[in-house]
């Protein structure tokens, strides 16, 4: 599988074998979707990261930003949890 940096955002105009990696990255995105309906939205916050990564690559912003903002609210949560535990450990 391929991994992008952010650079690469808006790349599938300029290279030669733009349609080919469309084609693949929409693949990703449906491979994942299917994944996450399968389990019913109960997926690692790695999912929603990939496939807003993926769909901001085709330039798809507002379905890319989506998925993005559900990673990072789950990893936001995340951590108020930890923060919680922590205070009680030391409190307690």
């Given at each position: 599988?391929?991994?992008?940096?952010?650079?690469?955002?808006?790349?599938?105009?300029?290279c030669k074998d733009g349609a080919k990696m469309k084609t693949l990255l929409n693949k990703a995105i449906h491979c994942y979707e299917?994944?996450?309906?399968?389990?019913?939205?109960k997926v690692e916050s790695d999912f929603f990261c990939q496939l807003?990564?993926?769909?901001?690559l085709l330039?798809?912003?507002?379905?890319?930003?989506?998925f993005v903002l559900k990673c990072l609210i789950y990893i936001y949560n995340l951590c108020l949890v930890y923060i919680v535990l922590v205070f009680l450990v030391i409190g307690g």
């Open positions: 599988m391929y991994f992008f940096h952010s650079s690469f955002f808006g790349f599938l105009t300029r299917s994944l996450i309906v399968k389990a019913e939205g807003g990564h993926f769909n901001l330039e798809d912003y507002s379905k890319g930003n989506s």
